[in-house]
């Protein structure tokens, strides 16, 4: 069922792959976030709900993807079922907001680490790295890179408070700069002609590129490196710290290979090693 809410809309549930196995009869140090959400049996989730592969909504109106697999891992180290996880949809622009308001418990969103973010969140993980690309029409055979963009005075889409979007600016004019609040409307924009490229992390565009039924190709130039991260309040080294071990076990019993599997890896069958941690701070 889903509910209207200020920053986009909830979701129970999430369908995309396996349930992660549910730790039975766990304990955590009294007062800290683990024990709250314990306690509580829910975890409030914020991710994307436009991004195929990673963090879509499905047909029955709940997310799924690579993300969201991510966020059942984390729960169920926690002791919550996969149904215990409410979603809520976050865009890039609010993600840093859904935290600091108190409106997820983490954002397992495409989310890159970056000095800027820390300054109002922490961050566990990384739990991939991904690289900015660009996406155009199949037919496209002008722009072969970030450093083609400006001869072919491209006009390239973007979201609004990305990395992304940051990155792109030493590539085009700014006039020539679209921002939307997600990628599925960039994607429109390249469809109906409004723009010549989209660009995003590859992952990102893979899933689109997919399903697009023909319609797009990825360059596959990747001008940047993008660790992922899961987003948490600033300064809770504990759940932190509690993450990443969660995420190492994970990596180690074969669930994160899963979560790949059933999401991403129905497009790219090759599986990410999990990347080492970030100290915690």
């Known amino acids: 069922m889903l509910t209207a809410t200020a920053c986009g809309e909830q979701a129970q549930l999430g369908s995309s792959g396996p349930a992660p196995s549910v730790e ?20 409030r989730v914020g991710t ?45 622009r609010i993600r840093e907001d859904v935290i600091t308001n108190n409106q997820v418990d983490v954002v397992v969103a495409t989310y890159t680490i970056n000095d800027a973010r820390k300054q109002r969140v922490s961050f566990a993980g990384p739990y991939y790295v991904a690289g900015q690309d660009l996406m155009v029409a199949a037919d496209n055979t ?3 890179g970030p450093d083609s963009l400006r001869a072919a005075n491209a006009r390239v889409c973007s979201v609004t408070g990305s990395t992304p979007a940051q990155n792109i600016q030493q590539y085009v004019d700014p006039a020539n700069i679209v921002l939307f609040d997600v990628y599925s409307r960039c994607a429109d924009a390249l469809r109906n002609g409004q723009v010549e490229a989209v660009t995003t992390d590859n992952v990102i565009l893979m899933g689109l590129v997919d399903s697009s039924q023909g319609a797009f190709k990825l360059v596959g130039q990747q001008f940047t490196e993008e660790p992922y991260g899961i987003g948490i309040t600033r300064g809770d080294v504990a759940f932190c710290e509690f993450i990443n071990t969660s995420l190492q076990e994970a990596a180690a019993d074969g669930s994160y290979e899963a979560a790949w599997a059933s999401t991403a890896g129905t497009v790219d069958p090759q599986a990410p090693t999990l990347p080492p941690a970030d100290a915690c701070s």
């Not at 592969?53 to 002791?79: Q, S």
């Open 142 to 144: 002008t722009i072969t």
């Open 24 to 43: 039975q009869d766990v304990t955590f140090p009294a007062g800290t976030t683990m024990a709250r959400l314990h306690d509580a049996g829910t975890l």
């Open 48 to 92: 994307k709900f436009d991004q195929p592969l990673f963090g879509l909504r499905g047909l029955d109106g709940n997310p799924v993807g690579f993300d969201v697999e991510i966020a059942k891992i984390i729960a169920g180290k926690l002791g919550i079922p996969a149904d215990g996880i409410t979603y809520t949809e976050t865009p890039s």
